[in-house]
């Protein structure tokens, strides 16, 4: 630090500067003081540092919102998925999508989803100040929950009111110090797609469709797996996603909260470390009972 409080540069001693010349270990421990640094910034002071596929209270607010859809809108929402898995035990069930032909193998595969909160304004405790708001712009808050609408549907400028509209309940919810998170609620997914490695080792992700033009609030990321009834799968979602909540916490260098440390798979890259790095209990073992002491 400077005398005018400004970082001109910083170094740490026990670590060199360039991530290629750490080990995996101390690499791990950079991004764990990155993510927590983040972290802690949006505690004390609220603002947006986290990015929401690392974000434990968005990813269960996800989990929330998936847990509380009805059979038949999670069916909706994630049947392609299940059905691309099931394909792989089932021969009578059809794929949603091919395995690209340069893919190395066709279990070599992650499938994908994109997941959207959306926002129900009558749900929160500002419900009559959102209908009034809504009424000011021509909206009406009981036919189109804001957010749950695909970009294909409404005009630009429709989409342009929805959004002067939530942005001036977002600052009515700040000023009056009001959570709108009980009016969170699954507002859309994106088509199930895939990341696959080729013969050479590289990377390739397949296109999908979006229902929003913003960054989703998380991925699902699913290896080829035996998930045998729907039922199943719903159930096993709810755990990944659990699991991913855990991921984080722990790639902060924190302890997860007691009804996350739990065992099993959630995020992939957080799997490939507990794999890799001896630092990590192996997390996804649900045989390994040492993992919360």
Request: aromatic share 10%.
């Amino acid at each position: 630090m400077e005398f005018d409080g400004q970082i001109k540069f910083h170094q740490c001693n026990e670590y060199d500067d360039k991530a290629i010349s750490r080990t995996p270990k101390e690499n791990e421990f950079n991004e764990q003081a990155r993510r927590f640094a983040q972290y802690y910034v949006y505690l004390e002071r609220g603002y947006d540092t986290v990015p929401p596929r690392i974000h434990p209270e968005r990813l269960n607010a996800v989990r929330i919102a998936i847990a509380g859809l009805s059979e038949s809108a999670f069916e909706q929402y994630f049947g392609d998925l299940y059905q691309q898995l099931r394909s792989y035990e089932d021969a009578t069930v059809d794929r949603v999508i091919d395995v690209p032909s340069a893919a190395s193998s066709s279990e070599s595969v992650l499938y994908r989803k994109h997941v959207y909160l959306g926002l129900d304004p009558l749900e929160t405790a500002l419900h009559e100040e959102a209908e009034n708001l809504a009424g000011r712009y021509g909206l009406d808050l009981t036919e189109t929950p804001i957010e749950t609408r695909s970009l294909e549907e409404p005009t630009t400028t429709d989409l342009e009111t929805w959004e002067r509209f939530s942005q001036e309940l977002m600052e009515l919810a700040a000023d009056e110090n009001v959570s709108l998170s009980d009016g969170l609620q699954l507002g859309g997914v994106s088509s199930v797609h895939m990341a696959y490695i080729d013969d050479a080792g590289e990377e390739h992700v397949t296109e999908s469709v979006e229902p929003f033009d913003r960054e989703p609030d998380t991925r699902i990321e699913l290896p080829v797996m035996d998930i045998a009834t729907f039922d199943e799968f719903r159930d096993y979602l709810n755990h990944n996603l659990a699991c991913q909540v855990r991921d984080c916490f722990i790639r902060m260098g924190l302890e997860p909260p007691e009804p996350f440390q739990i065992l099993g798979y959630g995020d992939f890259e957080a799997a490939e470390q507990y794999n890799r790095l001896e630092m990590y209990p192996n997390y996804i073992d649900p045989t390994e009972k040492t993992a919360f002491i």
